[in-house]
């Protein structure tokens, strides 16, 4: 893993606070969205979904729809012409059209292409499907059990146990050490269980595209999505195209989180259209996002934890439960991976379970798999230092992973923050200010690894002298203004001279999707190298220019200079004036940089959050919140201060208010913003931050990726607050107010 | 279904429609007379992404139907800025970086703007409360609320 | 479907009673929404804004009658309405958002006969009426009246209710409303509670309803809080067997919103803030 990137320097663009160049499109409404675009000729796309949890599909009759007025094309899973090998594409094929199953309540099993939506609904409701109605699961642990009813036979891998169910497709391990051994040498061991609700991203941006395919295979698909590449490879994969054949545009998005680094529609809008002949936009309802998007798994945690009078942890043990719908994923290896990330330990076991149940098949959320495992975790923490008596963030400090720490999960830390951050909330007048009545206050750690992947970047240097630079990645923070910043700063031009687009997939080479906080660490790694090589190229031009070895020029404050006296006397040669001799000195100038990029610095954050409980209704109040988090380096700090206010607010619904309501005949109750409720502004003070700076030595600035680890330890900060508050430890969340109000009468 | 006939004013300008009874006015403003400024985020007055006024009012039209905007006057946010000059609420929301995708800031301005014409001064738990019903999944509110609270201060001093 | 504009309450009864399948737009909050998801596929819809009257908030009697189509906004810009009625007018100003309160109306509100509406409990402690136009004439009944099970009114075919009368607020009087919601704002109430009561000149309560929501299929009135709190200045005692009163008679179920235990629990807590909360408005009024 290159450790060498990382140069200290003085910035003179990289930590200042420009205005994002995207911005005047979206403060004036002009900048479009997933479904602002139309076509000429263009269809609605509407799908039918199924009513029922879990039930075979016996047979469905489109022969009405198909014959109704408006209605261009129906299509069911029969039309899809290719039975993906690779299993994680067959999945999600199964996920956009059931086949002989349908799933969970809201499984698309047809679809329509109509004149408008009011024929596209009328079309739908004549469609006549047959279910046979089988029983359902949609708890992590009953769907464990051996007699649970199963979702897919033959998928359980290796490593699972017999005495599990088939709904079980992976068990994991992670650790070293011995606990047992461990446990013999704490003063006080406590155990505790835990369970979360499943949670959705809640992006205000129902998914939504407009596609259009030709029957030569050729297509192009607008898009709302954080990874075209994705999109078009997963699409062609589908549908049997040749990837080159489908370009992709991703639009500007509406919020994604992770739920939108996958497809829903997006292969049926293209089937359809090349069965209509037109162009087919399709956009989910509100409904339909919460019912057949991608939420968060939901989980049942042990945790078990020794610790001495002196606050150093013994031993520490985890078996995480998550259920992630209908197919299989990795939020409980994720969790069982994350959770004592934080923690230097000789002894540490843990086990991760990925269990699939009736319910939609899920999809990241920020760091998938952590913010529960980070709960259940900083919630024995928490616990053991409050009954040893010892300051929660001390008990941390004395254990905290450090560079060179072996983690839980088992590779070595290279340089990290989470000391910085602890000491930075100890130090903070947050933390000693004074409670008042039923008032609790609460700290927790969290911690994402971060990720590099796939990146393409091509620098142009314009003739006027200015720079346009492509990047393939779907701008969900700011990376825009964040990769004209690091272009500008490399070059040594101002920002406004350099403008960053997101170029479509016949424009770039593969590029991983806007995840794993990976864009401006990766693509920013990618920008400042592609910077280079045009500084290379430059170079040599002003060389070629003075008749001298390009050796002998080096490239200072935007423009090429002579490397020392013995090289000659030449006035330097700026960026705009080499530009505009271009043609003449060997063509156009441009540098580009395709890389899998390794590297990423890890995260971590400690959060601190006041809640003030009401004793006699169990309602919880946000009095007062900040966040520690590590950044690297802040390329632009209102936009990382942006991301950690945001993980925040959305760890503290998931810890207070939002879950996924299921009735008793499994299908989704609360479908919506009433009644899935995601924090609003009058229910939180305004959200401090302080970030601190740990280089990560694998980036040439020392930028670690800040977006995901924000949602780490919000749900454990607000629950250790409530607890103190309230006086009782809450081991469930959301911890909603009649949870709240039944913890405090139970005591 | 037959369509009806609608006269309104949309940000200042007269403006004619056709629509089906059960089309709302956000329908309208974005399929039919290409405002897609106003977002759909819910279609059922939930997350006010699709924030107008209509006579002066502040509502959702995704709750309005294109039929009721007759003999009305409409704003939406494209009727925001004047030319090339931003409102002090946009440019404070770009000065406060109280934007990251943006899907919802439309309605928030739209909302925002409505609440400092009645409320120049309005305190902090004022703001919050008047934005209740605008959803931000993004920005936590932090920024949007420094943003409205300076856009206020800047609009007092310049009135 | 079609759309009317009625410009008499005349033409909207002959619209209603004509067609079994027309609905009444006045705010609309309710009916879009549902109009949206499919819930309802009206043949006609009837809209009573352009009706003269219907948007007005007139002086009668000393009381306070608020046409069909007055929005919540509208009632809360009303100075003289909330100085006689503080509680009814917060109830309105409840419902939903900022933008929902720009359309909504009390009267729609009372008419989707929803267990949970925020405006009912308020407007049945005060002891307001709704008067119905219909084929058959004009009548006036009480508002506690008017929702007879979940969504279901008392009005008859071809009925609408033009206006809500508030009766004068009596010297030494007030009310207040208050609703549990799990958020500070945006949630159909979990509990609402509505208090209304008269104090004679040395702060004693002679008079006092008490109405709960949200806990029952319809709006309840606690029966015997007049007996527990007359002759009372709302000491601790008083409040006690309110608040037992209230968790008696809530009869709540369990839903996504709220258990059956959390909902007695909670009715009693809230009787006993809104009741001290109308209690001091009503006293800030003694001469």
């Given at each position: 893993?290159?450790?060498?990137?990382?140069?200290?320097?003085?910035?003179s663009?990289?930590?200042?606070?420009?205005?994002?160049?995207?911005?005047?499109?979206?403060?004036?409404?002009?900048?479009r969205?997933?479904?602002d675009?139309?076509?000429?000729?263009?269809?609605?796309?509407?799908v039918?979904?199924?009513?029922?949890?879990?039930?075979?599909?016996?047979?469905?009759?489109?022969?009405?729809?198909?014959?109704m007025p408006?209605?261009?094309?129906v299509?069911?899973r029969?039309?899809?012409?290719?039975?993906?090998?690779?299993?994680?594409?067959?999945?999600?094929?199964?996920?956009?059209m059931?086949?002989?199953?349908?799933?969970?309540?809201?499984?698309a099993?047809?679809?329509?292409?109509?004149?408008s939506?009011r024929?596209a609904?009328d079309?739908?409701?004549?469609?006549?499907?047959?279910?046979?109605?089988?029983?359902h699961?949609?708890?992590?642990?009953?769907?464990?059990?051996?007699d649970?009813?199963?979702?897919?036979?033959?998928?359980?891998?290796?490593?699972?146990?017999?005495?599990?169910?088939d709904?079980?497709?992976?068990?994991?391990?992670?650790?070293?050490?011995?606990?047992?051994?461990?446990?013999?040498?704490?003063?006080l061991?406590?155990?505790?269980?835990?369970?979360?609700?499943?949670?959705?991203?809640?992006?205000?941006?129902?998914?939504s595209?407009?596609?259009?395919?030709?029957?030569?295979?050729q297509?192009?698909?607008?898009?709302?999505?954080?990874g075209?590449?994705?999109?078009?490879?997963?699409?062609?994969?589908?549908?049997?195209?040749?990837?080159?054949?489908?370009?992709?545009?991703?639009?500007?998005?509406g919020?994604g989180?992770?739920?939108?680094?996958?497809?829903?529609?997006?292969?049926?809008?293209?089937?359809?259209?090349?069965?209509s002949?037109?162009?087919v936009?399709?956009?989910?309802?509100?409904?339909?996002?919460?019912r057949?998007?991608?939420?968060?798994?939901?989980?049942?945690?042990?945790?078990?934890?020794g610790?001495?009078?002196?606050?150093?942890?013994?031993?520490?043990?985890?078996?995480?439960?998550?259920?992630?719908?209908?197919?299989e994923?990795?939020?409980?290896?994720?969790?069982?991976m994350?959770?004592?990330?934080?923690?230097?330990?000789?002894?540490?076991?843990?086990?991760?379970?990925?269990?699939?149940?009736?319910?939609?098949k899920?999809?990241?959320?920020r760091?998938?798999?952590?913010?529960?495992a980070?709960?259940?975790?900083?919630?024995?923490?928490?616990?053991l230092?409050?009954?040893?008596g010892?300051?929660?963030?001390?008990?941390?400090?004395?254990?905290?992973?450090?560079e060179?720490?072996?983690?839980?999960?088992?590779p070595?830390y290279?340089?990290?923050?989470?000391?910085?951050?602890?000491k930075?909330?100890?130090s903070?007048?947050?933390?000693?200010?004074?409670?008042?009545?039923?008032?609790?206050?609460?700290?927790?750690?969290?911690f994402?690894?971060?990720f590099?992947?796939?990146?393409?970047?091509?620098l142009?240097?314009?003739?006027?002298?200015?720079?346009?630079?492509?990047?393939?990645?779907?701008?969900?923070?700011g990376?825009?203004?964040?990769?004209?910043?690091?272009?500008?700063?490399?070059?040594?031009?101002p920002m406004?001279?350099?403008?960053?687009?997101?170029?479509d997939?016949a424009?770039?080479?593969?590029?991983?999707?806007?995840?794993?906080s990976?864009?401006t660490?990766?693509v920013?790694?990618?920008?400042i190298?592609?910077?280079?090589?045009?500084?290379?190229?430059?170079?040599?031009?002003?060389?070629?220019?003075?008749?001298?070895?390009?050796?002998?020029?080096?490239?200072?404050?935007?423009?090429?200079?002579?490397?020392?006296?013995?090289?000659?006397?030449?006035?330097?040669?700026?960026?705009?004036?080499?530009?505009?001799i271009?043609?003449n000195?060997?063509?156009?100038?441009?540098?580009?940089?395709?890389?899998n990029?390794?590297?990423?610095?890890?995260?971590f954050?400690?959060?601190?959050?006041?809640t003030?409980v009401?004793?006699?209704?169990?309602?919880v109040?946000?009095?007062r919140?900040?966040?520690?988090?590590?950044?690297?380096?802040?390329v632009?700090?209102?936009?990382v201060?942006?991301?950690?206010?945001?993980g925040?607010?959305?760890?503290?619904?998931w810890?207070?208010?939002e879950?996924?309501?299921?009735?008793?005949?499994?299908?989704l109750?609360?479908?919506?913003?009433?009644?899935?409720?995601?924090?609003?502004?009058s229910?939180?003070?305004?959200?401090?931050?302080?970030?601190?700076?740990?280089?990560n030595?694998?980036?040439?600035?020392?930028?670690?990726?800040?977006?995901?680890?924000?949602?780490?330890?919000?749900?454990?900060?607000?629950?250790?607050s409530?607890?103190?508050?309230?006086?009782?430890?809450?081991?469930?969340?959301p911890?909603?107010?009649p949870?709240?109000?039944?913890?405090l009468?139970?005591? | 279904?037959?369509?009806?006939?609608?006269?309104?004013?949309?940000?200042?300008?007269?403006s004619?429609?056709?629509c089906?009874?059960?089309?709302?006015?956000?329908?309208?403003l974005?399929?039919?007379?290409?405002?897609?400024?106003s977002?759909?985020?819910?279609?059922?007055?939930?997350?006010?992404?699709?924030?107008?006024?209509?006579?002066?009012?502040?509502?959702?039209?995704c709750?309005v139907l294109g039929?009721?905007?007759?003999?009305?006057?409409i704003?939406?946010?494209?009727?925001?800025?004047?030319g090339e000059?931003?409102h002090?609420?946009?440019?404070?929301?770009?000065?406060?970086?109280?934007?990251?995708c943006?899907?919802c800031?439309?309605?928030?301005?739209?909302?925002?703007k409505?609440?400092?014409?009645?409320?120049?001064?309005?305190?902090?738990e004022e703001?919050?409360?008047?934005?209740?019903?605008?959803?931000?999944?993004?920005?936590?509110?932090?920024?949007i609320?420094?943003?409205?609270?300076?856009a206020?201060?800047?609009?007092?001093?310049?009135? | 479907?079609?759309?009317?504009?009625?410009?008499?309450?005349e033409?909207?009864?002959?619209?209603?009673?004509?067609d079994?399948?027309?609905?009444?737009?006045?705010?609309?909050?309710?009916?879009?929404?549902?109009?949206?998801?499919?819930?309802?596929?009206?043949?006609?819809?009837?809209?009573?804004?352009?009706?003269?009257?219907?948007r007005?908030?007139?002086?009668?009697?000393?009381?306070?009658?608020?046409?069909?189509?007055?929005?919540?906004?509208?009632?809360?810009?009303?100075h003289?309405?909330?100085?006689?009625?503080p509680?009814?007018?917060?109830?309105a100003g409840?419902?939903?958002?900022?933008?929902?309160?720009?359309?909504?109306?009390?009267?729609?509100?009372?008419?989707?006969?929803?267990p949970?509406?925020?405006?009912?409990?308020?407007?049945?402690?005060?002891?307001?009426?709704?008067?119905?136009?219909g084929?058959?004439?004009?009548?006036?009944?009480?508002?506690?009246?008017?929702?007879?099970a979940?969504?279901q009114?008392?009005?008859?075919?071809?009925?609408?209710?033009?206006?809500?009368f508030?009766?004068a607020?009596?010297?030494?009087?007030?009310?207040?409303y208050?609703r549990?919601?799990?958020?500070?704002e945006?949630?159909?109430?979990?509990?609402?509670?509505?208090?209304?009561l008269?104090?004679?000149?040395?702060g004693?309560?002679?008079?006092?309803?008490?109405?709960?929501?949200?806990v029952?299929p319809?709006?309840?009135l606690?029966?015997n809080a007049?007996?527990?709190?007359?002759?009372?200045?709302?000491?601790?005692?008083?409040?006690?067997?309110l608040?037992e009163?209230?968790?008696s008679?809530?009869?709540?179920?369990?839903?996504?919103?709220?258990?059956?235990?959390?909902?007695?629990?909670?009715s009693?807590?809230l009787?006993?803030r809104?009741?001290?909360?109308?209690?001091?408005?009503?006293k800030?009024t003694v001469?």
């Amino acid at each position: 893993m290159p450790k060498d990137e990382f140069t200290p320097r003085t910035f003179s663009v990289v930590g200042t606070r420009p205005l994002r160049p995207d911005g005047i499109d979206k403060v004036t409404g002009r900048a479009r969205y997933g479904a602002d675009i139309s076509a000429p000729g263009m269809l609605t796309g509407m799908v039918l979904r199924s009513p029922h949890a879990h039930a075979r599909i016996c047979s469905i009759d489109t022969s009405v729809a198909a014959a109704m007025p408006g209605v261009k094309a129906v299509i069911t899973r029969a039309d899809f012409p290719v039975h993906p090998e690779n299993n994680g594409t067959a999945d999600v094929l199964d996920n956009c059209m059931a086949d002989k199953k349908a799933l969970y309540d809201g499984h698309a099993v047809a679809a329509v292409a109509a004149s408008s939506r009011r024929a596209a609904l009328d079309a739908l409701a004549t469609i006549k499907v047959v279910y046979e109605v089988l029983p359902h699961v949609l708890d992590v642990d009953e769907a464990m059990k051996l007699d649970a009813p199963i979702l897919h036979k033959g998928r359980k891998q290796e490593g699972v146990p017999a005495d599990v169910s088939d709904n079980v497709l992976t068990r994991t391990e992670y650790g070293h050490g011995d606990p047992e051994i461990g446990f013999q040498m704490a003063d006080l061991v406590i155990e505790r269980q835990f369970k979360t609700a499943a949670t959705h991203q809640g992006y205000i941006e129902p998914h939504s595209c407009l596609a259009t395919l030709g029957s030569d295979g050729q297509g192009d698909l607008w898009v709302c999505t954080q990874g075209h590449y994705m999109a078009r490879n997963t699409c062609a994969e589908i549908l049997g195209l040749d990837s080159g054949c489908l370009r992709v545009t991703p639009s500007e998005i509406g919020g994604g989180f992770g739920g939108k680094t996958t497809v829903f529609l997006e292969p049926t809008a293209l089937l359809l259209s090349q069965k209509s002949g037109r162009p087919v936009k399709m956009t989910m309802t509100r409904e339909e996002v919460f019912r057949a998007s991608g939420p968060t798994a939901s989980t049942s945690i042990d945790i078990k934890i020794g610790m001495t009078k002196d606050g150093t942890i013994t031993a520490a043990k985890g078996d995480y439960r998550y259920q992630n719908g209908a197919y299989e994923a990795m939020n409980g290896t994720l969790g069982a991976m994350t959770g004592f990330a934080p923690y230097d330990l000789d002894h540490v076991k843990t086990v991760g379970w990925d269990v699939v149940t009736n319910r939609p098949k899920a999809a990241a959320y920020r760091a998938p798999g952590a913010p529960m495992a980070a709960f259940a975790v900083e919630s024995v923490i928490d616990e053991l230092a409050y009954k040893l008596g010892l300051d929660p963030i001390e008990v941390r400090l004395k254990n905290a992973a450090r560079e060179g720490t072996k983690s839980a999960y088992g590779p070595t830390y290279p340089a990290i923050g989470l000391e910085a951050t602890l000491k930075a909330a100890k130090s903070h007048p947050h933390w000693s200010a004074p409670l008042g009545e039923n008032q609790g206050r609460g700290v927790a750690c969290g911690f994402w690894f971060n990720f590099g992947g796939d990146t393409c970047v091509s620098l142009m240097v314009n003739p006027d002298g200015t720079v346009s630079l492509s990047e393939g990645n779907p701008d969900i923070g700011g990376s825009r203004a964040a990769m004209s910043m690091m272009a500008a700063e490399e070059l040594g031009i101002p920002m406004e001279r350099v403008r960053t687009i997101i170029a479509d997939t016949a424009a770039l080479g593969q590029n991983e999707v806007t995840d794993g906080s990976r864009v401006t660490f990766a693509v920013g790694l990618a920008t400042i190298k592609a910077a280079r090589h045009a500084i290379q190229i430059m170079v040599e031009r002003a060389a070629m220019t003075w008749g001298i070895d390009p050796e002998a020029v080096e490239w200072v404050d935007g423009a090429a200079q002579p490397a020392g006296p013995n090289a000659g006397k030449h006035p330097p040669m700026s960026l705009a004036e080499i530009a505009a001799i271009a043609s003449n000195t060997g063509g156009p100038i441009s540098g580009h940089f395709e890389v899998n990029a390794e590297g990423a610095g890890v995260s971590f954050g400690t959060h601190i959050a006041d809640t003030e409980v009401d004793p006699e209704t169990g309602a919880v109040k946000i009095i007062r919140y900040t966040v520690f988090q590590d950044a690297g380096k802040a390329v632009h700090p209102s936009f990382v201060e942006g991301q950690l206010q945001g993980g925040a607010v959305q760890g503290i619904g998931w810890a207070l208010n939002e879950e996924y309501i299921y009735g008793k005949d499994g299908t989704l109750q609360n479908a919506g913003f009433l009644d899935y409720r995601i924090p609003v502004a009058s229910d939180l003070p305004m959200i401090d931050t302080a970030i601190l700076e740990i280089p990560n030595p694998g980036h040439p600035y020392g930028v670690r990726g800040v977006g995901e680890t924000g949602i780490v330890p919000p749900l454990a900060a607000v629950a250790n607050s409530v607890s103190r508050a309230a006086g009782v430890r809450m081991t469930s969340l959301p911890m909603s107010p009649p949870k709240v109000l039944a913890a405090l009468k139970k005591m | 279904m037959s369509q009806i006939h609608v006269k309104t004013i949309i940000n200042g300008d007269a403006s004619e429609f056709l629509c089906a009874a059960d089309e709302t006015l956000l329908d309208v403003l974005r399929d039919r007379l290409d405002l897609t400024g106003s977002k759909e985020g819910c279609a059922s007055g939930d997350c006010g992404a699709c924030s107008v006024t209509m006579d002066g009012r502040l509502v959702c039209a995704c709750l309005v139907l294109g039929a009721e905007a007759d003999g009305t006057e409409i704003t939406t946010i494209e009727g925001m800025a004047t030319g090339e000059n931003l409102h002090p609420l946009q440019q404070a929301f770009l000065d406060h970086a109280a934007l990251q995708c943006g899907i919802c800031t439309p309605g928030f301005l739209v909302a925002a703007k409505s609440l400092l014409e009645r409320n120049p001064d309005p305190t902090e738990e004022e703001t919050r409360y008047w934005l209740a019903g605008n959803l931000c999944r993004c920005t936590g509110y932090d920024k949007i609320v420094r943003a409205v609270l300076d856009a206020a201060k800047i609009m007092r001093e310049t009135a | 479907m079609q759309f009317q504009s009625p410009l008499s309450v005349e033409d909207a009864v002959a619209f209603l009673a004509d067609d079994q399948n027309a609905r009444i737009l006045s705010g609309g909050t309710d009916l879009l929404v549902r109009l949206r998801l499919g819930h309802i596929a009206p043949s006609k819809i009837v809209d009573i804004k352009k009706i003269e009257g219907m948007r007005s908030i007139t002086r009668e009697d000393g009381g306070f009658r608020i046409g069909a189509a007055v929005s919540g906004a509208e009632m809360n810009e009303n100075h003289d309405l909330y100085l006689a009625w503080p509680g009814v007018v917060e109830a309105a100003g409840l419902i939903g958002s900022t933008q929902i309160q720009g359309r909504a109306t009390i009267v729609g509100n009372l008419c989707n006969a929803g267990p949970a509406a925020d405006s009912v409990p308020a407007l049945v402690a005060a002891s307001a009426t709704a008067r119905i136009a219909g084929p058959s004439g004009v009548r006036d009944v009480l508002v506690q009246d008017i929702p007879i099970a979940p969504g279901q009114t008392s009005l008859k075919i071809g009925e609408l209710v033009t206006s809500i009368f508030l009766p004068a607020q009596p010297v030494n009087g007030s009310d207040a409303y208050l609703r549990f919601i799990p958020r500070t704002e945006m949630d159909i109430a979990v509990v609402g509670c509505g208090v209304s009561l008269k104090l004679d000149s040395a702060g004693t309560v002679v008079q006092a309803r008490v109405a709960l929501g949200a806990v029952a299929p319809t709006v309840l009135l606690v029966e015997n809080a007049a007996e527990i709190l007359i002759g009372t200045q709302l000491d601790d005692d008083a409040l006690s067997a309110l608040a037992e009163a209230s968790s008696s008679v809530a009869n709540p179920i369990d839903d996504k919103r709220g258990t059956i235990a959390f909902r007695k629990d909670v009715s009693g807590v809230l009787t006993c803030r809104a009741a001290k909360i109308a209690y001091s408005r009503a006293k800030g009024t003694v001469k």
